[in-house]
Each structure stands twice: as C-alpha cells, then as structure tokens.
C-alpha cells in the first residue's frame, strides 16, 4: 500500500471513528439515570416549544400539552434547555416539581412529578440499530479494500454509511434539556446537509464514473458545438471538483438562507432542523442519486456486474423511496416532519442489500467465504425447529382423541418424522445454495451443462474452445490451455508464451499424469523434477506463466490431452468444489476427445472407402474389355485389382508403322483417388505420343518429361511391347518385371531380359533418362507373358510369396490359348492366396505369335 492510499484510509477513518464516538454519546446520554418531566421540545426552536409529551409521564398526568412554552421552573424564569437542565438536577426523581406554563398567552402553573428519563423510544431504537448496521457494513467495505485509493467507491461508501448512521442516531433523537442535545442534534443537522451529496456522489462512480453526454458525438455536429456545453461536459465527467461542489451546496444553502432570513428580518421556518430550500436540495440529490444508479444498471455488462447493480438499484429503491415520501416531500410541502420516523423504517433495505450482494455476487470484488457446513447446520436446526413445533401442535390437537391414545401414535409419528425430514432439509438446501453462493451455484449448473453440451461434440477445434476459452469465462480464469495428443506428442493450438508449444509423450511429467485420476496441482508435481530434466524445464515454464492445475483428460489407461489451468481473476485457490467440477469435466472432455478421435477415423475411412470406390471405377474404365489383334497374333489380358488400388493397366497404342500395334502395362505411384488420376494422366500421355507417330524410344522420353514433378514425386512402371506383323517383337522396360517366353519347340522357358538395358527406372522418377528397346524375334507358336509385380509378390495366410519360380512352373506346366494360359494363372494364384486379402493388383497380358497369316 502505498503513501496516498494509507493517507486517505486513516483520513476516512478517524471521520468514522469521531462519528461512533458522537453516536454513543447520543445513546449513553440517553439512558443515563436523570429526573425527567416527559417534555419533548421542538428542536428547531430557541424558546422551550413542547412539541409532545411522553404518555404517562409527570408532564403529561400535570395537564402540559404540545404547543405550550415553558417559563419556569421550581419557581425559577428559564429560556433555554440547559436552565431547565441545571433546575432539574437540584431535584431527585419522585420530585414534584411547579412548573410555569404559558397557554395561548396566559401563564399557569403545574405541579409535575419528576420520573426517570425514558426519551428512547422503540421506533428511535430501530433506527439506531439501522445506523449502526449502516456503519458497521461501511466500515467491513473499507477495511476488505485497504488498497483502494482516496475517492474510490469504496471511501466515498464508507462516508455514506458513516453519514447514515449520525443522521439516524443524532437527528431523529428526541430533543431533551441535556447539553449533549445540543451537540448531538447540530451533528445530526450537518449529516441531514451533507448526506444526499454523498448518496449522489457515490452513485455517480459506481461501478466506476458515471459519463455523462450532454452534446451528440456525430461528426456534422461538431464543427458547431456550443463550447459552453462542450465544457459543460467535460468538467462533469473528468473534474475533480464536481464533487466539490456537490459538498458545499447543501450548507452554502443552509447557511445564506438563514442569513437572509436574519437580515431581512424575516423568520425562517426550520423542518426537522433545516430550512425548507435544503429539504428541496435534499430532494433533487436523492432523485439524482437514484437517477445515477439506473443509467449505470443500464450501461452494465450482462452478467456479474448487471445482476449486482441490479440488486443495489432494486433495495436502495425500495429503502429510500419512502423516505423521500415522508422524509422529504412531507416537511417540504406540508412543513411538517411527524412522519419522517415512518420513513425512516424501509431505509433498513439499503444495508441489508449491499450485505446481500456482497456474500452473493462479491459487492465491491469482496469474497466473503460463508461455509456451506455452518448454513447447512442452520437449516438442519430450522428444519428440526419446525419438526418440533409440528408434534407439540399434533400432541396438542389429539391429546384427548382416541388417536392420540393409541400405543402405536408416537411409532407412526415418528415414521412419518423419518420419512419426511431428510426430503424436506434437501429441497431448503437448494434455496440456500441459490442465495448464499450463488456464483458457485450458477457456475455449477453452467459447468454441469457444459460438460452435457461437450459430449455431443465431434470437432476437435470446438472441443479446444470449450475446454480452453469457455471454461475459462465460467471459472472466471485467467487462462486456460489444452495439450491435445497428436502422434507422439501432446500439442497446444492456443499456448502462448511462456507456455511450451507441445509435450513429448516421453516426459516422465505425461507419465506421472496418465495415472492421475483428478487435478494435480503444480507443487505435488515437485518430484518429477528431480527425475527429468525436459519435465523440469516445463514444469518451470507452466510456473512462469502462472498455472495453478495439470488436468490429465484419461480414458482407462490412455491419456488423451493435459488441460492447463491458469489462475482465478479473484486470486482466490482453487477450492474443493473447484476441483469438483474440474475433475467431472475432464472426464466428460476425456470421452468427448475420444469419441471424437474415433468419429475422425471413422470419418477417414469412409472417406478413403469412397476414395477408393472412385479409384477402382476409374481404373475399371481405363482398362480396354477387348484388345485389337494383328493377323497372326492371339492376345490375351487379366488386370484383378486389389482392394487397396495399386494402379495396374494395361491398354493398345497404335504402332509407329502400319501394321504394327504396341502393348502397355503400367503400375502407377500412390493410392486411391490420387493414382487414379495419374493413371488418367499417363494413359493420355502414351496416346498422345503414339497417335502423334512417336518412335517407341521417343513415347518413352516424352512420357517421362511429362510425368516427373519435383514434389511429389510420381511415377509410371510401364512395359512397352510393340508387335510387328513378321513376329518380331520390340520392347522397353520401365521399372516392370522383364517378359517370360515359352517357346513350343521344347517347351523351355525362357526369361527375355537379355542384356541389362541401361537403366530401368519408371517413367517420371528422374528428369532426364534413357530406355534401351530390345528386339526378339518369336518363332510360331511361341508364347509371351507380361506380368505386373503384384503377381509373384501375392502372399498367403502364412506370409508365404507366390513368386517367380511358382509363375514359370505353373507356365510350362499350362499349355494352350493366352486367355487359357492367363486363366489358369490367376486360378493358381486364387488357389496359393487363398483367404488372404490381396495387397496389390495383379496384370497379366499374355500374347501368341502364330505365324504369318
């Protein structure tokens, strides 16, 4: 605290303390034993006005009536209340005493019996204890905010209830002969002067300073503002000495009324101690006051801060209304102020609602820790009380009936006791709950239907801002930030620093978490440090950032996000009931996360199902029903595709020369939809080329310069094989197995790779390449199988390959027609696989030269 704010606290406060002390004065001098007539004077006059005899009393027994004047006493000419004083303190109570009455101009005497002082009246009483709850509310404001600096809403508070409480202690204190009148009553007097100004001061900075517009804020206005109002304005919402004014008002008012008054010679009517223009001032403060409150209720953000002037606005209404009723409007229009005690009895709401919405809605950001065990005993005793109550009224109705006579009334009695005091002591919990912990409360039902609301959520990103920003404004945190798993770490998309980025699930920290079941708080954590230096670097780094709580978000044994909780707004630690609903909704984000992980997959494979339904239709389409044949050859050809799309084809280019037709069979990069496309793409390229009269080498260059990207690399195995009329057969291999032949003189086998070629590579794997062709010549009857690698690298249940040896087996061992020769491959394939789900395509294309035509 500093120098200023501890000037202005002890300022305020030695003003509340001399005010204490002026009150108990007024009360101690009150019941103080001293002989007393039962005469109540008009306050507002000098001479000895009887205003009101108290009822019983010697005055009253004596025949003294209101309105008459007292000239003497004990036989002595008094003026002023301390020679009535001074004469009765010679005599004892049970006196009597002559007094000297004046009665419509005449002088006649009474013999009154002096009796023991009784000027407190129950009403008076009421309304000292409505000022000390003023003050004593005021006062506990005041000290909860140390801090707060001078004319903050919490000082100027503070003089209000001090204000309250010598004006409801002093001013409404029946007038009597003690000197201690005198001062009480002129302090009471000056609080009535200065107490409006502090009522309106008060509203006109809570929750903060009250702007007021006097001139439109548009642009074409202005260029032609009155700089009168102009100035106007900005001394009403940013001068200091407004305040100023609004103080000396009041007395400057009281005090040049009187002095014209007196100048004049002119008698100026006073109305419980005040000219009737200050009653009118009193007035306009008041509305103005109220005024304030309601501009301030409607400028007010929705939530906390509505609902608090809210409850303000509806009790200072209610408490001060009819006091401006009966306290003002009354003594300024009918100059009479017998009804200001009436209106003085609501005023009591006032203090009782700042109580109220400072345990409820922290008033002034004061916490008022009320423990649910104590209300909860509270309302158990209530509930007993009225048990209790209930069998005496029973006892009592029945106590001579022949049901209360029966052995086995108290049994049923006490069943029915038993059956309804444990319903009945939870349904006044509710109420309790609502009224004193109502920000608790709200935040329990908020969070209770956030957690329903966040299991019916599947997007990742929502399930962030839920667990993140929206818990943050339930829980009124200042931050919050949630790890999510992603791979081999747990990443944040809404850390900021000093918050790490991510956490590697190798920190002995996400170990020690994956087998927390609640909120772990940064100290009981402390251990892991001396285990793992990259667990000690973040602990120290959620530390620097202010985090209060590791959250772990678990399913079973799996830990599928760290939730990270900064600390409260209010600085206050995070409670039991906190800790409660935290843990419930971790475990309602934990499914949420995991619901959503297996919504995200579920989503992913019936996207690649449909990816690969695509592909599959493409690749069916690509793949000609029929081949064309040359005079002389049979041709045959298989594509089977797998239910993972390899990207196998096979098609017919037209040749280079008449006569000539080309054979092509590719395996394209990538899967599903995306190897369908570059299907597409090479299927259209080798057409093209080969429509355009390209040479054999020149589709295998053209094909690679239109097939190689940078990134991502995508690439075309393809086997070129062009068939000439006179059986000779050239071909070009890229990246595909190399043809077999069997040949019909003897049956032998033979693999046609021949010399290495220079390089094998797929089209589109480099920029720049070349592709030896090779020529063999077939004799009649010589068969030729092109196959994709798909077919000797097919598996079976027991991981077994069909491979190379089994496909030239199962060749020369199948002699016949190329459709029944690929046939009886793909049957002895189905056969080898048998259950087991093939991985890749299989393509066989098998051709027959039979001779010239």
């Known amino acids: 605290m500093n120098r200023g704010h501890t000037t202005g606290l002890l300022s305020v406060l030695a003003f509340g303390v001399a005010a204490l002390l002026v009150a108990g004065l007024s009360i101690l001098d009150m019941f103080l034993p001293r002989p007393y007539d039962g005469v109540v004077l008009e306050a507002d006059r000098a001479d000895l006005a009887v205003r009101a005899v108290v009822a019983g009393s010697g005055a009253a027994r004596a025949g003294i009536e209101p309105g008459d004047r007292i000239a003497g006493v004990a036989r002595e000419v008094v003026r002023t209340p301390a020679e009535v004083e001074r004469a009765l303190q010679?005599?004892?109570?049970?006196?009597?005493?002559?007094?000297?009455?004046?009665?419509?101009?005449?002088?006649?005497?009474?013999?009154?019996?002096?009796?023991?002082?009784?000027?407190?009246?129950?009403?008076?009483?009421?309304?000292?204890?409505?000022?000390?709850?003023?003050?004593?509310?005021?006062?506990?404001?005041?000290?909860?905010?140390?801090?707060?600096?001078?004319?903050?809403?919490?000082?100027?508070?503070?003089?209000?209830?001090?204000?309250?409480?010598?004006?409801?202690?002093?001013?409404?204190?029946?007038?009597?002969?003690?000197?201690?009148d005198g001062v009480v009553l002129t302090t009471g007097t000056l609080s009535l002067l200065a107490l409006p100004a502090a009522f309106l001061h008060f509203f006109l900075v809570f929750p903060r300073r009250l702007q007021l517009t006097l001139l439109p804020t548009d642009e074409g206005w202005r260029d032609s503002e009155p700089p009168l109002l102009r100035a106007a304005e900005r001394f009403v919402n940013l001068s200091p000495h407004l305040f100023t004014i609004l103080y000396l008002l009041p007395p400057v008012l009281y005090a040049s009324t009187l002095a014209i008054g007196s100048i004049l010679d002119l008698r100026v009517r006073l109305v419980s101690g005040a000219p009737l223009a200050s009653w009118v001032l009193m007035g306009d403060y008041l509305v103005l006051g109220l005024l304030a409150l309601l501009a301030s209720l409607l400028r007010a953000r929705e939530g906390p801060e509505r609902r608090q002037i809210a409850t303000v606005f509806f009790g200072t209404v209610v408490g001060v209304t009819p006091f401006l009723v009966l306290g003002v409007a009354f003594p300024s229009l009918f100059r009479i102020d017998r009804y200001l005690l009436l209106g003085v009895i609501p005023l009591i709401v006032v203090p009782l609602t700042f109580a109220y919405a400072i345990v409820r809605f922290q008033f002034f950001d004061i916490h008022v820790i009320v423990r649910r065990s104590l209300l909860y005993t509270l309302t158990t005793g209530v509930v007993a009380v009225t048990y209790a109550v209930g069998i005496a009224a029973f006892n009592l109705i029945f106590r001579d009936s022949s049901i209360g006579s029966s052995r086995f009334y108290p049994l049923i009695l006490a069943l029915v006791i038993l059956a309804l005091f444990d319903p009945l002591r939870r349904r006044l919990q509710e109420p309790?709950?609502?009224?004193?912990?109502?920000?608790?409360?709200?935040?329990?039902?908020?969070?209770?239907?956030?957690?329903?609301?966040?299991?019916?959520?599947?997007?990742?990103?929502?399930?962030?801002?839920?667990?993140?920003?929206?818990?943050?404004?339930?829980?009124?945190?200042e931050w919050a930030a949630l790890y999510r798993r992603e791979g081999s770490a747990y990443v944040a998309s809404r850390a900021a620093a000093p918050l790490p980025a991510e956490l590697s699930d190798r920190l002995v920290l996400i170990t020690e978490l994956a087998r927390h079941d609640a909120p772990a708080r940064l100290a009981v954590l402390e251990p892991v440090k001396a285990l793992d230096h990259e667990s000690r670097t973040t602990l120290e780094a959620f530390s620097r950032a202010g985090a209060r709580l590791l959250v772990p978000l678990r399913t079973r044994e799996e830990l599928h996000a760290v939730l990270v909780l900064g600390p409260k707004r209010s600085d206050e630690e995070y409670g039991r009931d906190d800790l409660q609903l935290i843990k419930t909704v971790a475990n309602q984000g934990a499914v949420a996360l995991e619901t959503a992980r297996l919504y995200r997959e579920q989503a992913r494979q019936l996207e690649l199902a449909k990816e690969l339904e695509i592909a599959r239709r493409v690749q069916v389409a690509l793949i000609p029903a029929e081949l064309p044949v040359l005079p002389g050859w049979q041709v045959a050809a298989r594509c089977v595709p797998a239910r993972q799309v390899g990207g196998d084809f096979y098609d017919a280019l037209v040749g280079p020369d008449e006569g000539t037709l080309a054979l092509v069979v590719g395996d394209v990069s990538g899967k599903s939809v995306s190897g369908a496309m570059l299907m597409v793409a090479a299927r259209e390229i080798l057409h093209t080329a080969a429509l355009g009269g390209a040479r054999p080498e020149q589709i295998m260059q053209i094909a690679n310069q239109r097939l190689y990207t940078p990134q991502p690399r995508l690439f075309v195995a393809l086997a070129y094989l062009l068939l000439q009329p006179s059986g000779r057969v050239t071909y070009a291999l890229a990246g595909q197995p190399a043809p077999l032949v069997r040949r019909l003189r003897d049956g032998r086998l033979e693999v046609i790779e021949g010399?290495?070629?220079?390089?094998?590579?797929?089209?589109?794997?480099?920029?720049?390449?070349?592709?030896?062709?090779?020529?063999?010549?077939?004799?009649?009857?010589?068969?030729?199988?092109?196959?994709?690698?798909?077919?000797?690298?097919?598996?079976?249940?027991?991981?077994?390959?069909?491979?190379?040896?089994?496909?030239?087996?199962?060749?020369?061992?199948?002699?016949?027609?190329?459709?029944?020769?690929?046939?009886?491959?793909?049957?002895?394939?189905?056969?080898?696989?048998?259950?087991?789900e093939p991985y890749d395509d299989v393509t066989v294309v098998a051709v027959r030269w039979m001779g010239d035509a």
């Open 90 to 180: 010679q005599h004892r109570i049970g006196e009597t005493v002559t007094y000297l009455v004046e009665r419509g101009g005449q002088l006649v005497e009474r013999e009154v019996q002096l009796g023991p002082r009784r000027l407190g009246t129950a009403l008076y009483l009421y309304a000292c204890f409505s000022g000390f709850l003023f003050f004593f509310i005021g006062l506990y404001v005041l000290l909860s905010r140390p801090d707060a600096p001078a004319g903050s809403p919490g000082h100027v508070f503070f003089v209000l209830c001090t204000l309250f409480l010598l004006f409801l202690v002093c001013r409404l204190r029946p007038a009597s002969y003690s000197w201690v």
């Open 755 to 836: 010399p290495a070629p220079v390089h094998r590579l797929p089209l589109g794997a480099l920029k720049e390449g070349a592709w030896d062709l090779r020529e063999l010549q077939l004799s009649p009857g010589d068969l030729l199988v092109l196959y994709s690698d798909g077919m000797t690298e097919a598996q079976n249940l027991a991981g077994e390959f069909f491979g190379e040896e089994r496909l030239h087996s199962t060749l020369v061992g199948n002699d016949g027609q190329p459709a029944a020769i690929v046939e009886g491959l793909m049957s002895e394939l189905r056969e080898f696989v048998g259950d087991a």
């Open 432 to 477: 309790v709950d609502r009224f004193f912990f109502r920000e608790a409360y709200d935040a329990r039902r908020a969070v209770e239907e956030f957690s329903e609301a966040m299991v019916r959520e599947f997007s990742f990103e929502r399930l962030d801002a839920m667990l993140t920003t929206r818990l943050s404004e339930l829980m009124h945190l």
